[in-house]
């Protein structure tokens, strides 16, 4: 028997037909791949935040940044954002976790960094041998500064790439009918059919919903248990 390739993400061509056949077009004739592509990237995108916003981070890449000593500050940077060196990775929508390891000691291994939640800005603290904390704020990780050169290894959640082909794959698995129903209510919508749009947009919303709960349910038969308030994370260096 031949070998058939198999994936788990479907691919766009999948959501643009089912898109063609909501809106009765199903030979393209109307609505080809050229017309509805730049809509089933707006919904793609669309899907993501709404995933996003309830908790579901839909791709996650992991990156090693160098963060080397400047020598008339004495200390690495107080930064990693789109304009700094080195630069956060073109894709990065939002960091999750941080690690950080001298530079020099490439046999250690990673000790996690501390999220400093706060709405003022970074804590005003002198540089010492790690950086111990980060935040995330205006597009930017924020940083106190180390006295040695630091690689930080950065997860975060990815943009998504935009599909261009009807063979592309769409990397958010099982959204064929929330992306297909929400690229036909922007087609419909485009040609003026605001009463089909409105329907098709429910029903977008509504497989969205499931989608999310496929996602989040799973979590929820977790027994967790809260934290007592005198709990402070301590991070030990060795």
């Known amino acids: 028997m031949p070998v058939v390739p198999t994936t788990a993400y479907s691919q766009a061509e999948d959501a643009l037909n089912l898109a063609r056949a909501l809106v009765n077009d199903s030979a ?11 809509l089933l990237n707006s919904a793609y995108r669309g899907l993501q935040r709404e995933l996003a916003e309830n ?3 839909v791709l996650v890449e992991q990156q090693d940044i160098e963060l080397d000593v400047n020598s008339d500050t004495g200390a690495t940077n107080l930064e990693i954002s789109d304009v700094s060196s080195p630069q956060l990775p073109a894709d990065c929508l939002m960091p999750h976790m941080l690690w950080e390891r001298a530079t020099a000691n490439t046999t250690d291994t990673f000790v996690p960094m501390e999220k400093f939640m706060s709405g003022g800005g970074m804590l005003n603290l002198q540089p010492s041998s790690y950086l111990r904390l980060w935040e995330w704020r205006e597009d930017k990780i924020n940083l106190i500064g180390a006295t040695q050169s630091v690689t930080v290894r950065v997860r975060y959640e990815k943009i998504l790439p935009l599909l261009v082909l009807g063979t592309d794959p769409v990397q958010i698995r099982s959204a ?9 209510a922007l087609a419909a919508r485009s040609r003026g059919a605001r009463a089909l749009a409105a329907d098709l947009l429910g029903s977008a919303q509504t497989a969205a919903e499931n989608l999310i709960n ?13 934290k007592p308030y005198s709990y402070h994370r301590r991070i030990i260096y060795l």
Not at 215 to 222: D, G, N, S
């Open 28 to 38: 393209g004739v109307v609505f080809t791949d050229t017309l509805l592509m730049p």
């Open 55 to 57: 908790g579901v981070s």
């Open 176 to 184: 064929t009918d929330a992306l297909g129903f929400a690229t036909a």
């Open 214 to 226: 496929r996602y989040v349910r799973p979590e929820q038969t977790k027994g967790r248990r809260r």
